[in-house]
Structures are given as structure tokens and as C-alpha cells.
């Protein structure tokens, strides 16, 4: 019997449960980018994204939406703020799973709400950042144009390995489960 897909909202919440409470997968998820260099040190800011939250109806690391100076409001998906040797990282991660839409739009728009967002104390004052696509290989595959907006790219089959729910969005071949 084949599992069901699992929706993005459980693709999300067992994304950040595993980053909250696995070592290995965090350092694993930070050496593949541009903060390779301290993924040993770093220390993932779980309180202080609690305590920043106004919106207490989304997890700590859900849906952190900011209104841009042009008016317009956009969210991402999963925001992960970071310290180490005394500077401050964001990591902006979309999720798409084999089913899920992206426009160029809203690809282009992660990274100027990443520059927006920082320095800024709503959001933690961190300094520097890194948007993340997280996909399956087909879905990555088959929109080009909206992932090169990002800064990488990690795919569901190797976060399957720390993240076994991930596996089940793909089939063996990396096409999208069906």
C-alpha cells in the first residue's frame, strides 16, 4: 500500500523538528551553503524566535511574513536565525514539494525580503544570509527559471536521510510520487 503524499504543512513541521532537535542534520543542512564554516559553532536562536514572534498563532519558525516598503506582504516558509563567533545568520527556505507551485515572482521575491528583513531587530538583527529552495529533483528539474533565484538548492531525497517523511513526496528515481 502506497503512503499518501504528505502535505507541505507536515513536510514543514518535520523539517524544523528535526533542525531544532538533530545536530548532525543542521551542521549537514549549513555545510552544503555559504555558512560551511560554522556549522560546528553555530546555535540555532529557538528562544529568542519564540520571544520575537508577535504572532503566536504560527510556530516559532513558521510563515514569518514582513510588509516590504512597496506595500507588498510576503512570508517564508521556514526562518531559521543562527549565532556564531558573535555574528548572525538567517536561513530562508522555501518548500515545494512534487505537487507545489513557483512562480519566478515569488522566487525573486526571497531575496530582497532576506536584504529587508536584516539588521533589523523584528527579525533578530542578523547580518548575513542564504535563501534555500527545498525540492524534489523533479520539481527542480522542471522549473529552472524560479530556482536559480536562490541562493541553493537541497533536494527532498537527501533530506529524506535525516528526515524520513521526505522520502515519501519522491519515488525511487526522484519523479515526483504519484
Known amino acids: 500500500m502506497e503512503l499518501p503524499k504528505p502535505k507541505e504543512a507536515d513536510l514543514d513541521h518535520a523539517f524544523a523538528e528535526a533542525f531544532e532537535a538533530e545536530r548532525d542534520f543542521?551542521?549537514?543542512?549549513l555545510r552544503g551553503g555559504r555558512f560551511?564554516?560554522?556549522?560546528?559553532?553555530a546555535k540555532l536562536l529557538v528562544e529568542e524566535q519564540k520571544?520575537?514572534?508577535?504572532?503566536?498563532?504560527?510556530r516559532w519558525w513558521r510563515w514569518w511574513w514582513c510588509t516590504m516598503p512597496d506595500g507588498t506582504?510576503?512570508?517564508t516558509d521556514l526562518f531559521f536565525?543562527?549565532?556564531a563567533?558573535?555574528?548572525?545568520?538567517?536561513?530562508?527556505?522555501?518548500?515545494?514539494?512534487s505537487h507545489g507551485k513557483?512562480?519566478?515572482?515569488?522566487?525573486?521575491?526571497?531575496?530582497?525580503?532576506?536584504?529587508?528583513?536584516?539588521?533589523?531587530?523584528?527579525?533578530l538583527n542578523y547580518s548575513d544570509f542564504e535563501t534555500v529552495l527545498i525540492a524534489p529533483t523533479a520539481f527542480i528539474r522542471d522549473n529552472k527559471g524560479p530556482v536559480?533565484?536562490?541562493?541553493?538548492?537541497?533536494?527532498?531525497?537527501?533530506?529524506?536521510?535525516?528526515?524520513?517523511?521526505?522520502?515519501?513526496?519522491?519515488?525511487?528515481?526522484?519523479?515526483?510520487?504519484?
Open 51 to 58: 520571544q520575537a514572534r508577535s504572532d503566536q498563532v504560527n
Open 73 to 75: 506582504q510576503r512570508e
Open 102 to 123: 513557483l512562480s519566478i515572482e515569488q522566487a525573486a521575491d526571497y531575496r530582497p525580503r532576506a536584504v529587508f528583513m536584516a539588521n533589523d531587530d523584528r527579525w
Open 36 to 41: 560551511a564554516r560554522l556549522a560546528n559553532e
Open 148 to 178: 536559480e533565484q536562490f541562493d541553493r538548492v537541497v533536494t527532498y531525497e537527501s533530506i529524506s536521510r535525516f528526515v524520513t517523511l521526505f522520502g515519501q513526496d519522491i519515488d525511487e528515481e526522484g519523479w515526483p510520487a504519484t
Open 26 to 29: 543542521r551542521e549537514w543542512f
Open 81 to 83: 536565525v543562527f549565532e
Open 85 to 97: 563567533l558573535s555574528k548572525r545568520f538567517a536561513i530562508h527556505i522555501e518548500n515545494k514539494p
